[in-house]
């Protein structure tokens, strides 16, 4: 992927990670390169709902950047390896910055379908990618996590959003395994312990990007409420929470572009 990069004469300065439902920023970026994954080799396919399994390579908000339009999950029965290669990729690639975004079950009563989150930490309930031999190419065997979410992109995506009178929420990320829905009392459980939000990825990209210094803005799209005391004919839909998510994902790419034109 490098040599067709380097023959776009592309260097990308923001790595974006695009979630279910959210592939709409990628049509934003001017001048694209679209590299399936299926056409580089050894690398996963993305076969979750809402997931193309491309990257775009190209110009948003006038930086050069390259976006995956679909993630790698481990619930799709791929090891942590594969889930993160694509970051460690994008890393080798010469990235500054790592946009991750996602669509998240909203735990916090104060939540609505359609709440854009923006992430200022995150709760793993995930293997962590960086179990196993370190790669110390990219960092040391013991990074720190104290702040995860780069604080002065947080603050900058504060601005820019109330600059463009887009309503944003800050809250933590809890990631599960899936690809289970949670249930009830899991839902009550997790809002117990600090979780605002909830889904099935970002956060093992997270930790290998944070592993690699590279600095981390995120967002959730909130796409339906995660409470435990539904009514007794709720149901969980992930066509529904895609559709939400793209209903969503106008002003999710409009504030990403917003924030990228000032870095």
Known sequence: MKGILD????????GIVLGSGLGKLADKIENPVTIPYKDIPGFPVSTAIGH?????????????VIAMQGRIHYYEGYDMDSVVLPIRMMKVLG??????????????????????????????MLPNPLIGPNLE?????????????????VELAVKVAGRMGIPVRKGVYLGCTGPTYETPHEYKFYRVIGSDAVGMSTVPEVIVARHSDIPVFGMSVITDVAHDDME??????????????DIAATKMSALFEGIIKEL
């Open 7 to 14: 023959g776009a004469s592309l260097q990308p300065m923001v």
């Open 232 to 245: 007794d004919d709720y149901v969980t839909d992930g066509f529904e929470i895609v559709k939400q998510a």
């Open 95 to 124: 990235i500054k910055y790592l946009f991750v975004s996602n669509a998240a079950g909203g735990v916090n009563r104060d939540f609505h379908t359609g709440d854009l989150m923006i992430i200022t930490d995150h709760i793993n």
């Open 137 to 153: 190419e990219f960092g040391p065997r013991f990074p720190d996590m104290t702040r995860p979410y780069d604080p002065a992109l």
């Open 52 to 64: 193309k399994g491309n990257f775009i390579a190209g110009t948003l908000g006038g930086k050069t």
